[in-house]
């Protein structure tokens, strides 16, 4: 879930901003497709959780910064900040939210794509399907890919499909046969299409929790 939203400064009612460490920073989440009074975003919100959110903006943040937000069923909800990595911040809420709050935020608010500014870090393309590519759009068949290689054409469409993967002493052959550099598929043998799985889901429990991604362990059984 992606959402829109719009981060400001409250203002005292002398005029003045209080100073950082009583200052709080109203978030109003768009609803309805709109914010409220025509406001323009200036955060995305790539995750709520009953215990926490994940923001991605190009303010400036501290943490343990205080965030006021706006939200469906549950008025002037308190967060705080708990950690920042770049333009993302983890926010920890001071109260669970409630179901029907949880609820009216899914049901109300319009899912948006990304913006073009900072944002996550895409997950690199799989080698099977960069296989696939390839030989598309150099116009070969499975089975021409084979005889090339001297294998089967069931194992070029298992490496395709993911299902198997090529044998490091094949990375050079197949690199020529597909008209790349043998190290831009050596890369796509590597972990980085796991690690970028689980550095989401340790940002996303991260969140959920209210502590920073680099306290998160995961273990994975295979």
Known sequence: MALKA??????????????????????????????????EANVLIHNISASGLLIETDMAL?????????LPEAEAVRATVVWQSGFLYGCAFE??????AMAAVQ????????????????????LGVKLNRLRRERGLTLAQVASVLGVS??????????KARPLPDRIEAIAQVLGVEAQELEE?????????????CRVRIATAYGTHPSKVRIMIEV
Do not use: C, M, Y
Request: hydrophobic share 35%; glycine share 8%; proline share 10%.
């Open 6 to 39: 719009h981060l400001e400064h409250d203002i005292q009612k002398d005029g003045r901003e209080d100073a950082r460490r009583d200052e709080r920073r109203s978030l109003f989440l768009e609803t309805s497709g709109s914010l409220p009074g025509g406001l």
């Open 95 to 100: 109260e669970a939210l409630e179901p029907n």
């Open 188 to 200: 796509r043998l590597g972990d980085a299409q796991h690690s970028a799985l689980v550095q989401e």
């Open 107 to 126: 049901l109300r608010a319009d899912p948006v794509a990304a913006p073009s500014g900072p944002a996550l870090e895409s997950p690199p393309e799989p």
């Open 153 to 162: 054409k069931p194992t070029v469409w298992a490496w395709e499909k993911g």
């Open 62 to 70: 501290a943490v343990d910064e205080k965030l006021i937000l706006d």
